[in-house]
């Protein structure tokens, strides 16, 4: 016998009957029973494979655990269990996941998937129940196929791809059969090690993996259910449950023949054997007798009824259509015709369905003797297997003092917690502040708000991330992620804003500026932008516009394109305008020229040396840095000057010193700051040439 630490404790608790099975994994495809233990409720504690006496349940659990300790000389403490799909729900889903570009795709990536394939079947069968308060529990997912790149494939791990998809088949049933089951367990004295389901169980056993590439039924009929799983391509497919099997045969057998149900049992069992009749006492107290061939034949109606039920099911879970075959198991599918109507209400050859008893169980061996190897073993011989290929259970944590029971499947994260706990998905990530909306010139724009920060997590009063694992017992707490600004933006951040129009005055190119209209209002560069407004870069100037942009009066000698113009006339990039000679501004002479330069030279020097002063830079050497050139022939240029358009005027060349004739740059307040000079981005000096349209920053620092 194998040591205690080798050794699984599995439990079928049926409607009728609870099996107790203890044995071990000898090799990757042997299983030795050590020992087994069949015990029947004394009431009836379950039906429909729902326990509806917890009490006498765990009465009949805690017989079948002292005999088994009895039997191998030593305490159990843990139980391996399934759970009949009695209300179970499965939902199919796909769920994909791309990249912003070509990755290789690791076992995270993977497992990121499956988890969003369960959270979206959730959500999906929450939304099918809105007015029901019943809290589902998933107890298990399959993945029916992955895909690479759009295309199936059997495995992902390690391949490069763009994009990565699934077909999850995610099962559920409701926290009250999950926690009757524990309940009992635990007033029995044992702990969960794992939980699956029962047709799970059973196709671990019935159907090997090999099989599994043809579409093939599985159904499990025990005493209150007819559990149903599909395989194909590899796969299993889907999960069902019909609430009819062997109990049904033995309540209309009570009416039959007038008896209690447990005489009625016995009754039904006799009929599947060689006896030449059957002898029992009615309520009345008076001896009655039968055949085995006459009860048979009672039960006719019944059988059809439930095996057409059970094939209906299998068309829906198939896709409308029969399966290739079907393997049937448990106590309820031994009576006789049973696989010969399934097979006629599926409409296929009666050969291929059959009873799996002793044909799959050729891999276990018994350490007991008498046992014979039949088809109400393969489930709970299942659910010890079902141990090794995926152990877990339910545990326990809190999240923000709530305790939170979650189905372990070693894979357990802070998330799976905080989702179970109701907890928003959104609230784990940082949140983004408000967009904003707005068109430009009829095209939609969008501004995002800023991120806020990522939620504070900790366990067990560690800081952790939300996929950090967690163990039974552990304490997360969870502060949500906070909300960033709303976005903002102002017209002068628009990229658009920088561009220019340039039109022809007197002969000359003069750069302007576009103007942007808001919800058809001119506005400033600092204008904050609005949710829904509508913005447009004006493509012309109005005559009035421009006549104000290069500080001139109008008069009615204004021509645009050689026609006489008023102020509202459009003017648009290229478009001439010109006015008679005797309205132009008369130019300065060379001297006025070079009294202004002197002046404005003067005040630059001034704070040129203050600045070398508090740089240690020689005196002599800034004001050098800071000598004028003289133009030699008057002309106006545009140049704009920390955002605003200014006209430099009365000479043929500019340097950046004549910026200060014109615009209002305070150079006396350094306060021991250097001064920021820039022509179109790069650094510039007092000297430095200017051209029309050139981009100017000039400021403290």
């Known amino acids: 016998m194998a040591n205690s630490e080798q050794l699984v404790f599995g439990l079928d608790i049926g409607t009728r009957s609870i099996v107790g099975t203890v044995g071990y994994k000898q090799s990757l495809n042997g299983f030795t029973v050590v020992a087994q233990e069949i015990k029947m409720h004394d ?130 049933l409701p926290d009250e059969v999950i926690g009757g089951l524990y309940t009992a367990v635990e007033k029995a004295g044992l702990r969960v090690a794992n939980l699956t389901l029962e047709p799970i169980a059973a196709i671990q056993v019935a159907i090997p993996e090999k099989f599994r590439l043809l ?116 106590g309820g599918g031994k009576i006789s015709g049973y696989t010969e109507s399934l097979a006629a209400q599926l409409g296929i050859p009666k050969e291929r369905v059959a009873l799996r008893g002793e044909e799959v169980l ?18 709970p011989i299942g659910i010890c297997l079902n141990y090794y290929e995926n152990k877990n259970n339910f545990i326990f944590v809190t999240v923000n003092g709530e305790s939170v029971k979650l189905y372990d499947n070693n894979k357990l994260t802070v998330i799976d917690a905080a989702l179970q706990n109701g907890f928003p998905n959104e609230y784990l990530f940082p949140r983004r502040g408000k967009e904003l909306n707005f068109t430009l010139d009829g095209v939609k724009r969008m501004v995002r708000g800023e991120a806020g920060e990522a939620a504070e997590i900790t366990v067990n009063g560690k800081p952790a991330a939300f996929n950090s694992p967690i163990e039974p017992n552990a304490k997360i707490e969870i502060k949500e992620s906070t909300v960033g600004k709303d976005a903002s933006y102002e017209v002068r951040q628009l990229p658009e804003y920088r561009s220019t129009i340039t039109f022809e005055v007197n002969k000359k190119q003069v750069v302007c500026p576009k103007f942007i209209e808001v919800n058809g209002e001119l506005v400033s560069e600092y204008y904050s ?26 008069t009615d000698h204004i021509y645009v394109n050689n026609r006489p113009a008023g102020k509202d006339e459009k003017v648009y990039e290229n478009f001439s305008v010109e006015w008679s000679l005797e309205e132009k501004r008369p130019e300065m002479t060379l001297d006025e020229v070079l009294s202004i330069e002197a002046e404005a030279a003067e005040t630059v020097y001034a ?67 250097t001064v920021v000079m820039q022509i179109n981005g790069e650094k510039a000096e007092f000297t430095s040439p200017l051209a029309a349209g050139d981009v100017i920053d000039l400021y403290w620092k």
């Not at 002292?66 to 179970?88: D, F, H, T």
């Not at 050729?362 to 489930?379: A, S």
């Not at 493509?539 to 290069?550: C, G, I, K, P, R």
């Open 215 to 330: 579409n093939i039924a599985l159904v499990d009929v025990g005493a209150g259910t007819s559990d149903i799983s599909i395989t194909r391509e590899g796969s299993i497919i889907a999960y069902g449950m019909i609430p009819m099997a062997g109990d049904a045969l033995t309540e209309h057998i009570t009416g039959a023949h007038l008896v209690d149900f447990a005489t009625a049992e016995k009754i039904k069992l006799d009929s599947n054997t060689k006896k030449k009749s059957i002898s029992y006492k009615d309520i009345m107290g008076l001896s009655q007798k039968t055949t085995p061939a006459d009860v048979r034949e009672e039960l006719v109606p019944v059988v059809e009824h439930m095996t057409k039920q059970v094939a209906d099911k299998i068309k829906e879970l198939n896709g409308g259509k029969p399966v290739s075959a079907v393997f049937v198991v448990g």
């Open 607 to 673: 704070a040129a040396e203050e600045a070398a002063v508090s740089a240690d830079k020689p005196a002599t050497e800034a004001r050098a840095e800071s000598a004028p050139v003289v133009p030699s022939v008057a002309a106006d240029m545009l140049v704009i000057v920390n955002g605003r358009p200014v006209t430099l005027k009365g000479k043929s060349g500019y340097c950046f010193v004549d910026i200060l004739d014109y615009y209002p740059f305070d150079v006396s307040q350094t306060h021991g700051q």
């Open 529 to 554: 932008i609005q949710e829904g407004d509508e913005l447009k870069l004006l493509s012309y100037y109005t005559l009035e516009n421009l006549l104000a942009f290069m500080d001139l009066p109008y």
């Open 362 to 379: 050729g891999f276990v061996r018994f350490e007991q003797e008498g046992i014979k190897k039949d088809p109400t073993l393969v489930t």
């Open 43 to 172: 009431t009836r504690a379950m039906m429909d494979g729902q326990i509806h006496d917890i009490n006498k349940v765990a009465e009949t659990i805690g017989q079948v655990k002292r005999s088994l300790e009895k039997q191998i000389g030593q305490k159990l403490e843990e139980v391996c269990i399934a759970a009949a799909g009695r209300v179970l729900k499965t939902v199919t889903v796909h769920v994909d996941t791309e990249f912003t570009q070509e990755v290789t795709v690791n076992t995270e990536m993977i497992r990121a998937l499956e988890l969003l394939g369960v959270e979206n079947a959730y959500q999906q069968i929450k939304n099918e129940a809105k007015e029901d308060d019943t809290n589902y529990y998933c107890v298990a997912y399959t993945v029916i196929k992955y895909y690479l790149n759009d295309f199936p494939i059997t495995n992902l791990e390690d391949h490069k791809a763009n994009k990565i998809a699934a077909d999850v088949l995610a099962t559920f």
